[in-house]
């Protein structure tokens, strides 16, 4: 377990998003690293996009998605490629217990999303 899996999590709903009751701290590369990404508690996000294909198996309000895609968010606000954004969505995942199928799916979807729309 880490600090990441064993923080208390909860969203609040807003007009714009979705914010958090605590701020997300996880830790990049191996442990130890002491490089850190961190989620503002008052940060706002749209919550996890769950490709079309995978809505009937994957649940956009399971508080492991939702925690992973407000980190994946922030990389991106922080100007992070799609490539990276995307290693810290699927990390993220993989430390909070999330299947490697939906941590596939969830991942690919958003890769090929940043992608294309970033070009």
């Known amino acids: 377990m880490s600090g990441y899996t064993e923080t208390p999590f909860a969203l609040i709903p807003g007009p714009d998003g979705w914010t958090a009751t605590v701020a997300l701290a996880f830790e990049l590369g191996e442990k130890g690293s002491g490089l850190w990404l961190v989620a503002p508690a008052d ?3 749209d ?8 809505r009937g198996w994957i649940n956009p309000d399971d508080p492991r998605l939702q ?8 990389a991106i606000e922080r100007g992070w ?6 290693a810290v969505l699927y990390d993220a995942m993989r430390a909070d ?3 490697a199928p939906k941590r596939w799916a969830m991942a690919i979807a958003v890769l ?8």
């Open 43 to 45: 940060y706002v996000s």
């Open 67 to 74: 925690k992973a895609a407000r980190l994946h968010d922030v």
């Open 81 to 86: 490629t799609a490539w990276s954004s995307t």
């Open 47 to 54: 919550g996890p996009s769950i490709p079309w294909w995978a």
């Open 97 to 99: 217990g999330v299947s």
């Open 112 to 119: 090929v999303f940043q992608v294309l729309k970033r070009g």
